[in-house]
C-alpha cells in the first residue's frame, strides 16, 4: 500500500512539472515600461512562443528577446502538450499634464544641517550618476538659496554651487545666523601607512576632495571664502599612484587621510597586503537569476570564497564582508573595509540587464570604479580576466556604487560575466570556472602591485 502511495505521489508531482522554466520574468501580468522585454529560464525540450522556436543553448538554457507595444502583450509559451500564457502590459505613454521641475531662488538664504550621515553633495541637481562632490557627515551647516525638484541648492562660493536632496537636511532654528567658520590651525601627522592632516575648525563645514596632478581638499563657507589644501602625491612619493585616501570629521575637526605607497615585496607582491573581498548580495537578497535558476548571491560567494583561498595562498591578509548566505548591509561592508584597514577592496557580482536591451548581444567582464586612482587597478583586472579566460571584455566603467566611492581602500567592483547570457551562465555555474576566474584576479592584483614598485 505504501509502495502505492508513492508512485501515485510521483505521478503528481511529474504532472506539475514543466519540460520548460521561466525565470524571469519572476512571475506573470507584469508590467514593463520598455520597448522589449526578454524571458530567461531554460528548458529540456524545443518549445515556442508565440509560435516562434526559441533558440536553446547547450546547457537548456535561453534569453529571448520580444517587441512589446502600448497595452497587454500576451506571449503563448508550448512544448509538446505543455503550454504556459503570460501577459505583459506596456504602459500607455501620458505626456499631458508634466513639466521638468524649475528652479526657485529664495528672497534671502536659509540655513540647513546635514541629518543623515554620507549625505550626497552633488555637482548637479540630478538624483544619481557620477555628480557627487562629497558625502557629508551630520550637523554639517548649508547655506541654501533655492530649491529644485527634491533638491536645494547648496552656496559654496561666488558662482560656486552644490545640490543636496531635500531628505537629507532640516531647516535650523530661523534665529540662527550661519557666519562663515574660522580655521584655527592645521597640524600634520605620518605614521608608517598614512600621511595625515588635521583641520581644526570651530564648526563643520562642507568640503570637497579632487584627484588631478595633486590631491587637493576644498572647505567652502570659510572666513577665507574658500580654504584650499593640495598635496602634491606623486612628487612626494616619486611617481608613486595613489594607494586610496579619505576624509571625515572629529567634532569640529576635520582629518584627512592619504595612504602611503604600499610597501610590496617584489617576489611575493601580496605578500600582508591587506584585501576586503565582498561576495554580492546574500540572504535574502538574491541579486540576478541565472538561465538554469542559480541565484547570484551564491555564484558570488563561490568565486569570492576561492579568491580568498588564491590570495591566503600567496600571502594577503584577506577578510570577507559575508562567508555564509547572509545579508550584509551595504554601509556593512564598507565598514569592514575601512574598520581592517585594507589597501585593496573587490566585489564581486554577476550582470544582468534592464528590459529594454537583449541578453544575448552583451556578454563577459565589466569593472566598476569610482575615484580615479582606481582605474589603473580595473585596467590591470580586466586584462588578466579576459586573458586567461578568454571572456569578453565588456569594458572598464565608472559608477556610483555604494561600495566602491565609500571605502578609503582602491575599490573595484568586478561583474564577472551575465548570468542572464546562456553562453556566461554556463560558465559562472562551472566550479573550474570560479576557481579559475579567481586566480585571474589574483594575478592580475600581482601585476598591478608589482607596477607600482
Not at 525540450?45 to 533558440?55: Q, R
Not at 592645521?186 to 583641520?199: L, S, V
Not at 575637526?253 to 595612504?259: G, L, N
Not at 566603467?397 to 551562465?425: C, G, K
Request: a neutral charge; hydrophobic letters at 35%; charged letters at 25%.
Amino acid at each position: 500500500m505504501q509502495k502505492i502511495f508513492i508512485i501515485l505521489f510521483l505521478l503528481i508531482l511529474g504532472a506539475e512539472c514543466f519540460a520548460f522554466d521561466i525565470v524571469y520574468p519572476k512571475k506573470n501580468n507584469v508590467v514593463i515600461n520598455a520597448k522589449s522585454a526578454f524571458f530567461i529560464g531554460s528548458s529540456k525540450t524545443p518549445f515556442t512562443i508565440n509560435g516562434k522556436n526559441v533558440p536553446l543553448h547547450p546547457s537548456g538554457g535561453f534569453a529571448y528577446v520580444v517587441d512589446l507595444k502600448e497595452g497587454d502583450n500576451t506571449f503563448v509559451m508550448q512544448s509538446d502538450d505543455e503550454r504556459k500564457i503570460y501577459v505583459i502590459t506596456k504602459p500607455r505613454i501620458k505626456t499631458e499634464g508634466w513639466t521638468s521641475p524649475q528652479f526657485k531662488k529664495y528672497d534671502a538664504q536659509k540655513t540647513f544641517y546635514v541629518i543623515t550621515d554620507k549625505a550626497p553633495l552633488r555637482s548637479t541637481p540630478v538624483e544619481s550618476g557620477i555628480n557627487r562632490m562629497a558625502h557629508l557627515q551630520r550637523n554639517i551647516l548649508l547655506n541654501v538659496d533655492g530649491e529644485k525638484g527634491g533638491l536645494y541648492r547648496v552656496v559654496l562660493g561666488d558662482e560656486k554651487y552644490g545640490w543636496i536632496a531635500k531628505t537629507n537636511v532640516k531647516t535650523a532654528d530661523e534665529n540662527y545666523v550661519n557666519t562663515p567658520a574660522k580655521l584655527l590651525g592645521c597640524d600634520f601627522e605620518e605614521d608608517n601607512e598614512f600621511y595625515n592632516f588635521i583641520f581644526h575648525f570651530d564648526k563643520k563645514v562642507p568640503y570637497e576632495i579632487s584627484e588631478g596632478e595633486k590631491l587637493s581638499v576644498k572647505f567652502f563657507n570659510v572666513e577665507e571664502g574658500v580654504y584650499s589644501k593640495d598635496f602634491p602625491y606623486s612628487e612626494i612619493t616619486g611617481g608613486k599612484k595613489l594607494a586610496g585616501y579619505g576624509g571625515e570629521y572629529l567634532n569640529n575637526d576635520f582629518i584627512w587621510k592619504i595612504r602611503k605607497p604600499l610597501n610590496v615585496n617584489h617576489k611575493k607582491p601580496l605578500k600582508n597586503i591587506n584585501i576586503t573581498i565582498d561576495a554580492g548580495h546574500g540572504g535574502n537578497e538574491f541579486g540576478a537569476i541565472g538561465c538554469l535558476g542559480d541565484k547570484e548571491k551564491d555564484i558570488n560567494l563561490s568565486i569570492a570564497k576561492f579568491l580568498e583561498n588564491e590570495l591566503n595562498k600567496r600571502g594577503a591578509n584577506v577578510v570577507m564582508t559575508r562567508d555564509d548566505d547572509i545579508y550584509t548591509g551595504l554601509s556593512e561592508r564598507v565598514a569592514v573595509a575601512n574598520y581592517t584597514n585594507s589597501s585593496i577592496f573587490i566585489s564581486i557580482h554577476g550582470n544582468a540587464l534592464p528590459d529594454g536591451l537583449n541578453p544575448n548581444e552583451h556578454s563577459g567582464v565589466s569593472i566598476y570604479y569610482y575615484y580615479d586612482e582606481a582605474k589603473p587597478l580595473a585596467n590591470v583586472l580586466i586584462n588578466s580576466i579576459t586573458e586567461q579566460l578568454g571572456i569578453n571584455n565588456d569594458k572598464v566603467r565608472q559608477a556610483s556604487f555604494a561600495v566602491v566611492r565609500n571605502t578609503n581602500a582602491l575599490s573595484v567592483l568586478i561583474e564577472t560575466a551575465y548570468l542572464i547570457n546562456p553562453e556566461d551562465n554556463s560558465k559562472l555555474i562551472s566550479k573550474d570556472f570560479q576557481k579559475a576566474y579567481a586566480k585571474a584576479i589574483a594575478d592580475g592584483l600581482e601585476i598591478y602591485l608589482k607596477e607600482s614598485l
